[in-house]
């Protein structure tokens, strides 16, 4: 299952559409590294509301695509982490340190829009 | 000579099942004259029953009148299983008589203790009556004590019982006074929490704490700890829990009220607090969330 990337001004926005594999994840994980130079965009904005299990690698994954996409020169937020995604993913000790998180797309989108209205 | 041993052995089975039956018969002899004994001086043993529960300082909560009512009671529960054998209904008894009392503040020393007495003054009562013949005090002795035992024994775990039903029945009343998750401007919440947090709290907080931040969209959560009195290295990591938790749904968290000792444990037992955002007192932590939100609180006056 691919996952769709949209280009919205200066902003991307992956939407995770189901459960993702391994594979799935790697993909995204190129994809968007590539594609953040190509539409030359300032932040990437991940959204995983439709994700219902969030394991180590997936998890991991994300970590380094925000960490990556920080050296191509953007600024990654994840969003729509489940609550119930947040309580296991602490159990087990996940916490994405150092990657940014909102409650969903629209705040996502607030956040990279004041952070780049701001520094512009 | 395999065949000789089996034989002897069954021979001595048998054999014992015929004293045991012998010996069951002549309790059960012994028994009935026993409550026969009972019943008779009913009158006089209750009293002194009564008596010596004021003597000896039990069921203080509980008027003069209200012990002999419940001493005549019990006196008839407990002849009556010393009669039949059963001891369903002096369990039945036992139970509603815990109900009745516990709510009064009886203690557990005490219940024992007054049945104790009872079987005591029963003894007393055979001692005085066969001491004569000292042969047949013993069979009826020995023929009392196991259901006197019993009988003690069934009250005290009936009561023991009752105490714990009351005790779990409140532990789950406390629970339902969950912490509220409070909205006090848009996009902020405060949690007060007070009381005991155990592991089972912990979660259920975090939960509300999890749903609250996604049906209000909040941005900051200040918890409030003023009300919680001691923390340890579970607590503490529960509450690191929380904090990051809503971190992954995009929320600060302020953490305000931690009291000297508490800082003080945290500190010795080297929990990390780093990823914590800490403010002295609930004021300052609203004060905190407001500029994070990008309040700003100006009295009446100054603002024209």
Redesign the interface.
Known sequence: MEVPVLKQGPFLIATVQAALTDEDLVHLRRAMVERVVIARSLGVIIDVTAMDIMDSFASRTLREVAQMIRLRGAETVIVGIQPEVAFAMVQLGITLEGVVTALDLEEGLNYLQEKFSSSA | MAKDVERLERRTVWHETLVQGASLEGTAVLLRELVAHLRQNRTQLREEWARRITEAKLLTAMSKDEIFAEATAVYDQYVEALETGTFEALQAYARSLSERIIPRGVETHEVVGIVLLLRDVLARSLFAKYQADFTKLDRILDAYEPAANRIANTVAVGFVQERERVIRQQQEAIRELSTPVLQVRERLLILPIIGVIDPQRA?QL??QL??G??TN?A?VVVIDITGVAAMDATVANHLV??V????????TVIVTGLSPEIAQTLVTIGVDLGKMNTVGDLQGGIEQAERLLGYKVVPIGAAS
């Open positions: 979660r975090t939960e999890l749903r931040i996604r969209r941005k829990q929380t990051e938790a809503s971190r992954l749904l995009g929320a």
